[in-house]
T-cell receptor
Framework: GQNIDQPTEMTATEGAIVQINCTYQTSGFNGLFWYQQHAGEAPTFLSYNVLDGLEEKGRFSSFLSRSKGYSYLLLKELQMKDSASYLC??????????WGAGTKLIIKP | DTEVTQTPKHLVMGMTNKKSLKCEQHMGHRAMYWYKQKAKKPPELMFVYSYEKLSINESVPSRFSPECPNSSLLNLHLHALQPEDSALYLC?????????????FGPGTRLTVL
């Protein structure tokens, strides 16, 4: 079966760093996306990884290890506006997007 | 224009009503998607149109009927819905033509079925 695991909820402090992990077991792998979704709004694209390693985009970085079926999203210099859900999604062998349940990130002052 | 628009933003309908959700993009994308999202859950794929043809229908009940009049527009016709169909309906688009590309989401329509 297809399975993507993320923590349900995380809490971090403004200005700090937080790492959100995602592990996956899917029928094939053609890439992994991270999306941010604020409550009541649509998901917005953050990053895409298809090769092993780290992709950096400003305060956000995403890492992938295909052999371990593992990715993480790293958020630095946290701001209150980063409070949102972070969704990990994997493209399987049929090029279907399989979504994780999302991690709700709460930022405290 | 780099956005996907959806109308209406909110919709309340009875179980006997017929309504339509609309989605539009002008990014030249050739793949468009309908998702349903319940609170605190990830989006669930309903339909995929690729080059204006329905390519994926994820076993969605017939009370949901998609339509793609042209490459920029995607509709979702609703008829005889149930209260459990209340959810956020998201439209997305992607370039298409390649196997992997990011999806751009519209703001969604918040649907309540009474």
């Amino acid at each position: 079966g297809q399975n993507i695991d993320q923590p349900t909820e995380m809490t971090a402090t403004e200005g700090a760093i937080v790492q959100i992990n995602c592990t996956y077991q899917t029928s094939g792998f053609n890439g992994l996306f991270w999306y941010q979704q604020h409550a009541g709004e649509a998901p917005t694209f953050l990053s895409y990884n298809v090769l092993d390693g780290l992709e950096e985009k400003g305060r956000f970085s995403s890492f992938l290890s295909r052999s371990k079926g593992y990715s993480y999203l790293l958020l630095k210099e946290l701001q209150m506006k980063d409070s949102a859900s972070y969704l990990c999604a994997v493209i399987d062998s049929n090029y279907q997007l399989i979504w994780g349940a999302g991690t709700k990130l709460i930022i405290k002052p | 224009d780099t956005e996907v628009t959806q109308t209406p933003k909110h919709l309340v309908m009875g179980m006997t009503n017929k309504k339509s959700l609309k989605c539009e993009q002008h990014m030249g994308h050739r793949a468009m998607y309908w998702y349903k999202q319940k609170a605190k859950k990830p989006p669930e794929l309903m339909f995929v149109y690729s080059y204006e043809k329905l390519s994926i229908n994820e076993s969605v009940p017939s009370r949901f009927s998609p339509e793609c009049p042209n490459s920029s527009l995607l509709n979702l016709h609703l008829h005889a819905l149930q209260p459990e169909d209340s959810a956020l309906y998201l439209c997305a688009s992607s370039q298409g033509g390649t196997e992997v590309d990011e999806q751009f989401f519209g703001p969604g329509t918040r649907l309540t079925v009474l």
